[in-house]
């Protein structure tokens, strides 16, 4: 919630997700990289080795896809 709430301020980000391959088709995100500042990156991973701590994807997915959609956001990557 805190890193929610420090992304729906930024008026610009970079957003890299992870992936398991190149295929948008077929392949699946295994987590979200947000970046805002030079220096500082968060990492959400939603999919990863047993015993990982991980996010659930579809948690993940309602929380950005808002600011995602807000169109004065400028996204980078």
């Known amino acids: ?3 929610v709430d420090l992304l729906k ?3 610009r980000f970079c957003l890299d997700l992870e992936t398991t391959g190149l295929d948008p ?3 699946h995100i295994v987590g979200w990289a947000f970046c805002w500042e030079a220096g500082q990156a968060y990492y959400l991973p939603t ?3 047993l015993g990982s701590t991980l996010l659930r994807e579809r948690d ?4 950005v896809k808002p600011i995602l959609e807000n169109p004065n956001l400028r996204l980078v990557n």
Request: aromatic letters at 6%; zero cysteines.
């Open 60 to 63: 993940v997915i309602a929380a």
């Open 1 to 3: 919630a805190k890193f």
């Open 9 to 11: 301020q930024q008026p």
């Open 25 to 27: 088709r077929n392949d």
């Open 47 to 49: 999919q990863g080795p």
